[in-house]
């Protein structure tokens, strides 16, 4: 019995010493596919910058003259829709719109009421429209004056930085003068 105990400590110990012996197995690597592999990429050189202090004496470098030009940009014109049309003022500028309400949020720069005509023109806006809503703080009123941030519901689309223009009720033209019939003579 003692000899069979021998036998298989001798053999755990042959196959520990094997397995230490064997390198570790690697997993299987696959081969990469012929057109997916590229050449490698050229190295060159990175010259080095000298440290500063460390220039050998004598080899001085010469500055080159830089020579400023001041060119003048023209101006840019003044756009547009910033300027009233004749029988507008200036009510104020869009400060946002809230699409899913139609909302135009604006802080007046001119009284403002209700069934008022406003002109909204911008880069890419221009609409005409009554004002047939006016909010201050989610509380409809009639009208509201200058400094005042005001809501103004709106049919048409406008953007932020639009102009908002009052329409002026054209004053009534004089009509021209119609020439006089002279008076009929009496059927008789």
């Known amino acids: 019995m003692a000899t069979a105990k ?32 590229r050449p490698a990429a050229k190295r060159t050189a990175v010259k080095k910058r000298p440290v500063r202090g460390t220039k050998k004496k004598g080899a001085t470098k010469k500055k080159k003259a830089r020579i400023k030009i001041k060119v003048k940009m023209p101006q840019p014109q003044s756009f547009p829709w910033r300027e009233p049309l004749p029988g ?8 946002d719109f809230l699409t899913h309400l139609s909302v135009t949020l604006v802080t007046l720069q001119a009284p403002l009421a209700v069934g008022d005509t406003i002109h909204v023109r911008g880069f890419t806006t ?31 689309k406008v953007r932020k930085h639009d102009h908002i223009y009052k329409v002026n009720a054209p004053a009534p033209a004089a009509q021209p003068p119609q020439p006089q019939q002279p008076p009929q003579p009496p059927v008789g």
């Open 6 to 37: 021998k036998r298989k400590v001798k053999k755990t110990k042959a196959r520990a010493a094997r397995r230490k012996a064997k390198p570790a197995r690697r997993p299987a690597r696959r081969p990469a596919a012929k057109a997916a592999r």
């Open 88 to 95: 507008e003022t200036l009510i104020g500028v869009v400060d």
């Open 126 to 156: 221009d609409l005409t429209e009554k004002v047939s809503s006016l909010q201050i703080e989610h509380q409809p009123v009639a009208q509201a004056n200058a400094g005042q941030d005001v809501g103004i519901r709106m049919v048409g």
